[in-house]
């Protein structure tokens, strides 16, 4: 696996600028395509894809979960006047659920978690590249790669789903809470609203691309780690670079999926 | 290549932009010898040694590594080769998320079919080699930096290498844990018959464990020798070498 390398300037050119950036991209694109030609072969590593799911998943529950509570709270506390304003306030559960279940729950649980885990991947495989603990595992036979990277993107990639349906379920809940503050709507009456507006369709799109948003977290911490070179501060920059990119990346892949799920079911669009 | 030879290295060269470190290096290693690896830091000599396992690629020249040619090897076929040596990295390279325990059962469990009980053995029976059988259970960051290299050695040897790499094995430790770690080297060769490169700026540690020495320098292969002719010889490079040396040793 030849992986062109990124080089770090203090000054660097625009020549050098715009190479790096091709550089990433084919980088990410080799790292992708051993991913998948390394993932069916065995050994399955289970016990370190479960290590990873806790570590990088079952630890990212606190602070998905503050976020879940809050987006609901301040997304129902803002749309409640205004919806007033246009006398539509029966509404608000199922626009704040729509809202919620296709867009926010998904994109807003996959930054968290890219803030967390790309940067977490990141340091923990850029330490360990710096320190030769990688060079060590290639000199003795085991293939690093299959060890160290494929784990880690199918953990990311399989526990993002589970998070975000976590977070939209929380942040509904928030939602409500927002709601009888201000307004004395009924538990059923809310809840009915949410189900009687929600299409199963609505749904799977949202979480289907949540498993895109996984692999690409995943994705690139274990690129940017795995490909650290400059010792401790290229650590430092390959754990900074790692939240970057994959954020950037999810927000990016979030415009073609959404796009490309209004293409294939334009019912949704409706 | 001799059915003696374990490696035999024929024209290496290898450079990194216009810098050449190795300009065609040639030596060989016979089974059961200890060869010692001399040169000052940045002469090439850890190139040199990661260029022969095949972690880093060079430019041009031949290496066999018990009669295989390593530059074409397939990543499978590297790897039945690389089972068969072990690799000692001047940082020891523990891992850090891996108990003591843990960093020695790794190679084993990854690359063999050995019951628990029989890896269990084998890792109370490796850590009494290095006489650090109260550490199995500890984490790397709790171990000094020579008990990290003894556990590095460990780790190495669990799985009875052939060849044994060693980069830089005293560096960063006191004279004392130096002498203990290259005696250590050598009782540890004698007892698994192995064969072992070993890349030091260290003269005590050369001392103890050389059959045979080359001195890098430039790229080249300046001198080889045992190492009486070694440190007795005229050359300016090694005068001067040596004389640093022992100017440091008796400071210690």
């Given at each position: 696996?030849?992986?062109?390398?990124?080089?770090?300037?203090?000054?660097?050119?625009?020549?050098?600028?715009?190479?790096n950036?091709?550089?990433?991209?084919?980088?990410?694109?080799?790292?992708?395509?051993?991913?998948?030609?390394?993932?069916?072969?065995?050994?399955?590593?289970?016990?370190?894809?479960?290590?990873?799911?806790?570590?990088?998943?079952?630890?990212?529950?606190?602070?998905?979960?503050?976020?879940?509570?809050?987006?609901?709270?301040?997304?129902?506390?803002?749309?409640?006047?205004?919806?007033?304003?246009?006398?539509?306030?029966?509404?608000?559960?199922?626009?704040?659920?729509?809202?919620?279940?296709?867009?926010?729950?998904?994109v807003?649980?996959?930054?968290?978690?890219?803030?967390?885990?790309?940067?977490?991947?990141?340091?923990?495989?850029?330490?360990?590249?710096?320190?030769?603990?990688?060079?060590?595992?290639?000199?003795?036979?085991?293939?690093?790669?299959?060890?160290?990277?494929?784990?880690?993107?199918?953990?990311?990639?399989?526990?993002?789903?589970?998070?975000?349906?976590?977070?939209?379920?929380?942040?509904?809940?928030?939602?409500?809470?927002?709601?009888?503050?201000?307004?004395?709507?009924?538990?059923?009456?809310?809840?009915?609203?949410?189900?009687?507006?929600?299409?199963?369709?609505?749904?799977?799109?949202?979480?289907?691309?949540?498993?895109v948003?996984?692999?690409?977290?995943?994705?690139?911490?274990?690129?940017?780690?795995?490909?650290?070179?400059?010792?401790?501060?290229?650590?430092?920059?390959?754990?900074?670079?790692?939240?970057?990119?994959?954020?950037?990346?999810?927000l990016?892949?979030?415009?073609?999926?959404?796009?490309?799920t209004?293409i294939l079911?334009?019912?949704?669009?409706? | 290549?001799?059915?003696?030879?374990?490696?035999?290295?024929?024209?290496?060269?290898?450079?990194?932009?216009?810098?050449?470190?190795?300009?065609?290096?040639?030596?060989?290693?016979?089974?059961?010898?200890?060869?010692?690896?001399?040169?000052?830091?940045?002469?090439?000599?850890?190139?040199?040694?990661?260029?022969?396992i095949?972690?880093?690629?060079?430019?041009?020249?031949?290496?066999?590594?018990?009669?295989?040619?390593?530059?074409?090897l397939?990543?499978?076929?590297?790897?039945?080769?690389?089972?068969?040596?072990?690799?000692?990295?001047?940082?020891?390279?523990?891992?850090?998320?891996?108990?003591?325990?843990?960093?020695?059962?790794?190679?084993?469990?990854?690359?063999?079919?050995?019951?628990?009980?029989?890896?269990?053995?084998?890792?109370?029976?490796?850590?009494?080699?290095?006489s650090?059988?109260?550490?199995?259970?500890?984490?790397?960051?709790?171990?000094?930096?020579?008990?990290?290299?003894?556990?590095?050695?460990?780790?190495?040897?669990?799985?009875?290498?052939?060849?044994?790499?060693?980069?830089?094995?005293?560096?960063?430790?006191?004279?004392?844990?130096?002498?203990?770690?290259?005696?250590?080297?050598?009782?540890?060769?004698?007892?698994?018959?192995?064969?072992?490169?070993?890349?030091?700026?260290?003269?005590?540690?050369?001392?103890?464990?050389?059959?045979?020495?080359?001195?890098?320098?430039?790229?080249?292969?300046?001198?080889?020798?045992?190492?009486?002719?070694?440190?007795?010889?005229?050359?300016?490079?090694?005068?001067?070498?040596?004389?640093?040396?022992?100017?440091?040793?008796?400071?210690?």
């Open positions: 696996m030849k992986i062109p390398v990124v080089k770090y300037l203090r000054r660097p050119t625009i020549e050098q600028n715009i190479y950036f091709f550089a990433t991209i084919t980088g990410l694109t080799i790292f992708s395509f051993e991913f998948f030609k390394n993932v069916f072969i065995p050994p399955y590593d289970v016990g370190e894809i479960k290590r990873h799911m806790d570590e990088l998943g079952v630890k990212t529950f606190p602070i998905v979960s503050i976020t879940g509570i809050v987006i609901g709270l301040v997304m129902a506390m803002q749309l409640q006047p205004v919806m007033e304003r246009f006398g539509a306030s029966d509404f608000l559960p199922a626009t704040l659920s729509l809202s919620i279940v296709r867009e926010l729950g998904p807003i649980t996959a930054l968290i978690f890219a803030g967390r885990v790309s940067s977490g991947i990141g340091a923990e495989l850029g330490s360990m590249r710096v320190t030769e603990q990688i060079d060590a595992m290639e000199v003795s036979a085991v293939h690093p790669f299959k060890y160290l990277v494929v784990t880690r993107i199918f953990a990311t990639t399989m526990i993002l789903p589970i998070l975000t349906i976590y977070v939209i379920f929380l942040s509904l809940f928030g939602g409500y809470i927002a709601v009888i503050i201000v307004d004395n709507m009924s538990p059923a009456y809310y809840v009915n609203s949410i189900l009687s507006s929600m299409k199963f369709g609505d749904f799977i799109p949202a979480i289907a691309k949540t498993f948003f996984g692999y690409i977290v995943g994705l690139v911490g274990c690129y940017k780690g795995f490909t650290t070179d400059g010792g401790t501060e290229g650590v430092g920059r390959s754990a900074t670079t790692a939240v970057v990119i994959a954020s950037l990346l999810i990016l892949f979030d415009t073609v999926l959404v796009k490309i209004l079911w334009p019912t949704l669009d409706a | 290549m001799a059915d003696t030879r374990r490696v035999e290295i024929k024209n290496l060269s290898k450079g990194f932009g216009d810098k050449v470190v190795l300009d065609g290096i040639s030596l060989h290693v016979d089974i059961g010898e200890n060869l010692v690896v001399f040169g000052r830091s940045g002469s090439g000599k850890s190139v040199l040694l990661k260029c022969l095949g972690l880093i690629k060079a430019d041009s020249g031949e290496i066999y590594i018990n009669g295989k040619f390593i530059p074409d397939t990543q499978n076929e590297l790897n039945k080769v690389r089972k068969n040596i072990g690799f000692l990295f001047q940082s020891a390279a523990l891992y850090d998320s891996m108990s003591v325990r843990e960093n020695l059962e790794f190679p084993l469990k990854r690359l063999f079919d050995f019951s628990q009980t029989e890896i269990d053995e084998k890792v109370m029976q490796t850590l009494e080699h290095v650090l059988t109260e550490a199995v259970d500890k984490a790397p960051s709790e171990l000094s930096g020579g008990m990290r290299k003894r556990i590095g050695l460990a780790r190495s040897i669990i799985t009875e290498p052939e060849l044994m790499l060693y980069d830089e094995p005293t560096t960063g430790l006191d004279p004392i844990s130096s002498k203990e770690i290259s005696a250590l080297i050598l009782e540890l060769q004698k007892k698994l018959n192995m064969t072992s490169i070993v890349v030091t700026h260290d003269v005590t540690c050369a001392q103890i464990i050389a059959d045979r020495a080359i001195f890098l320098g430039d790229g080249k292969v300046r001198f080889e020798g045992d190492m009486d002719s070694l440190s007795n010889s005229d050359h300016p490079f090694l005068r001067d070498f040596f004389s640093h040396n022992i100017i440091n040793e008796q400071e210690n």
